[in-house]
């Protein structure tokens, strides 16, 4: 069981936009610490798509947006692509742990 | 170029040990936080540890505290992680990542672990 739960997938038409959650608790996203987000594609190292909540690294498309809230975070794709395609994962500081913690990943299924 | 490049990884016994590098390149190593990520096959990710720019703070997830041990050389632009006591359950590819307040922005191609005998 991971820290933080995502679902474990989820899947959109091209074009189409999807949301994938990010449920932490007290001790973490509640606690303030920022969340960030990965995108791996298969066979590769993740890569950096979201960082402190809300912002782009240099080159990440703006069809990807996310926000935090509470104890949880979501990451919305827009404009879906087929390239898209790739396992999604958020991360976060954990008091608790005096560690950094990820969620469970999200498979991403462009249909 | 800004690169991370890990290797060490094999095939170990149960029990046994391992020694895991990461050569960093073409930023200000001794500068950032450094971090090791663990994905066992067709698994998620799982931070292991990570450690301070001078060396003297580390901090490591429950499952290896004990066994494993990371560390660095500031001087050699180099990160390690000692792996001792190795289980089945450490097999994963290991993947060092710059770790930043705005998230790990640099990883690895990571280096495979496989325990078994």
């Known amino acids: 069981q991971s820290v933080l739960t995502q679902p474990p997938s989820v899947s959109g038409a091209p074009g189409q936009r999807v949301t994938i959650s990010c449920t932490g608790s007290?001790?973490?996203?509640?606690?303030?610490?920022?969340v960030h987000w990965y995108q791996q594609l298969p066979g590769t190292a993740p890569k950096l798509l979201i960082y402190?909540?809300?912002y782009r690294p240099s080159g990440v498309p703006d069809r990807f947006s996310a926000s935090k809230s509470g104890t949880s975070a979501s990451l919305v794709i827009t404009g879906l692509q087929a390239e898209d395609e790739a396992d999604y994962y958020c991360?976060?500081?954990?008091?608790?742990?005096?560690?950094?913690?990820f969620g469970g990943g999200t498979k991403l299924t462009v249909l | 170029e800004v690169q991370l490049v890990e290797s060490g990884g094999s095939v170990v016994q149960p029990g046994g040990s391992l020694r895991l590098s990461c050569a960093a390149s073409?930023?200000?190593?001794?500068?950032?936080?450094m971090t090791w990520v663990r994905q066992a096959p067709g698994k998620g990710l799982e931070w292991v540890a990570n450690?301070?720019?001078?060396?003297?703070?580390?901090n490591y997830v429950g499952s290896v505290k004990g066994r494993f041990t990371i560390s660095r050389d500031n001087a050699k632009n180099s990160l390690y992680l000692q792996m001792n006591s190795l289980r089945a359950g450490d097999t994963a590819v290991y993947y060092c990542?710059?770790?930043?307040?705005?998230?790990?922005?640099?990883w690895g191609q990571g280096t495979l672990v496989t325990v078994s005998s």
């Open positions: 990542a710059r770790d930043n307040p705005g998230g790990f922005d640099l």
């Open positions: 073409g930023f200000t190593f001794r500068s950032h936080w």
């Open positions: 450690i301070k720019p001078d060396g003297t703070q580390k």
């Open positions: 007290r001790s973490n996203i509640g606690a303030g610490y920022d």
């Open positions: 402190a909540n809300t």
């Open positions: 991360q976060s500081s954990d008091s608790s742990l005096s560690g950094s913690v």
